[in-house]
């Protein structure tokens, strides 16, 4: 069974740098996993911010960047805001058809 | 306006079968392959299922495989999603999502999610 990982908290300060991370457990993270990564707000469809690895979504401001780093994507967000405060997801395309998300990460910025 | 409305939802016993309905309005149902993706309570989200725009592939979690059948009618506009076999480990919120075009993992427009509670 594949598992994606993903940090489950992290904190920011206002204006601070943080960079989340999605891994497998077993296996390495490529731009071939077409990473997405989506940030959900509590009663609000998940509001995608990253596709393909590192393409903003249309109305994303480029405070958010994707990459691949080593062997996992990961979601670089610069001067964090305190609105940035939510749960993060990654999701990855396994071949075949599948597709699976991570965990989450429930970021706070204080 | 581009909406999915999800309906179907319940409370049903271990063992037990439920149909899921997603009403697609506002943009070309026909041309996008759609999703089931589901929320437990106080879990992350989770990829169940996926059919492609002509209906003639479809490929499963493998939590779910073999229990649930996704499926959908274009000349209603609609996706189903039939669950059989209940788990109380398939409690959560079900949504539908469409998929971009050349995007293997870009969930465009989600519905607002309809709750399926399986227990005794």
């Known amino acids: 069974q594949t598992v994606v990982t993903q940090e489950p908290s992290f904190s920011v300060s206002p204006g601070g740098t943080v960079t989340l991370t999605c891994g497998l457990r077993?296996?390495?993270?490529?731009?071939?996993?077409?990473t997405s990564w989506y940030q959900r707000t509590p009663g609000q469809a998940p509001r995608t911010l990253i596709y393909n690895t590192n393409i903003r979504s249309s109305g994303v401001p480029d405070r958010f960047s994707g990459s691949i780093l080593g062997n996992k994507a990961a979601l670089t967000l610069t001067g964090a805001q305190a609105d940035d405060e939510s749960d993060y997801y990654c999701?990855?395309?396994?071949?075949?058809?599948?597709?699976?998300f991570g965990g989450g990460t429930k970021l706070t910025v204080l | 306006e581009v909406q999915l409305l999800e309906s179907g939802g319940g409370l049903v016993q271990p063992g037990g079968s439920l149909r899921l309905s997603c009403a697609a309005s506002?943009?070309?149902?026909?041309?996008?392959?759609m999703n089931w993706v589901r929320q437990a309570p106080g879990k992350g989200l989770e990829w169940v299922s996926i059919?492609?725009?002509?209906?003639?592939?479809?490929y499963y979690a493998d939590s779910v495989k073999g229990r649930f059948t996704i499926s959908r009618d274009i000349s209603k506009n609609t996706l189903y999603l039939q669950m059989s076999s209940l788990r109380v480990e398939d409690t959560a919120i079900y949504y539908c999502?469409?998929?971009?075009?050349?995007?293997?993992?870009?969930?465009?427009?989600w519905g607002q999610g309809t709750l399926v509670t399986v227990s005794s």
């Open positions: 999701v990855l395309y396994m071949g075949s058809g599948i597709r699976v």
């Open positions: 506002g943009f070309t149902f026909s041309r996008f392959a």
């Open positions: 077993s296996g390495s993270v490529s731009t071939s996993s077409y």
């Open positions: 999502a469409n998929l971009v075009p050349g995007r293997p993992t870009h969930f465009d427009i």
């Open positions: 059919i492609n725009d002509s209906g003639d592939a479809a």
